[in-house]
């Protein structure tokens, strides 16, 4: 499929997937707005600083991929159910990895102008990284 005739967010994801940043960062508004609804929250604007942010994740978990399970699309927005899938974590501050392989459920929000993203909330469960650092339950 060309990526010029899919919906942004799908490209974006995609993007991620090959860790291909340029084409990541083309699929977000300049001054697009990524929140994160976890914990801890965070609200994140402007291309450079989302980029940013997704970078630090895959160097976090090198592994992860993320997986569209179900979709819902509207004119201007997309909802995904995500799966996040990954290898074992990398050393995260003081915390050392214990083997286990993350996967990770999640949801996103997408409001989108033309081809790109304005704004990305992404819903997850933050424990499930806490449960691979061995950090918790």
Known sequence: MNPATIHPPH?????????????????????AIYEEIARPARVVEGREQIVAVFRAWAEAVPEARARIRREVIGTDS????????????????????????????????FLVDGLEVREFRHFYDSLVLYQVLGIGG
Request: glycine share 10%; charged share 30%.
């Open 11 to 31: 490209a974006l994801l995609a993007a991620y997937n090959d860790r291909d940043w340029e084409r990541f960062g083309d699929r977000l508004a300049v001054d």
């Open 78 to 109: 997309i909802a995904f159910e995500i799966e996040w899938l990954g290898g074992e974590a990398e050393q995260f501050g003081d915390f050392r990895p214990t083997g286990r392989r993350p996967l990770a459920r999640a949801a996103a929000y």
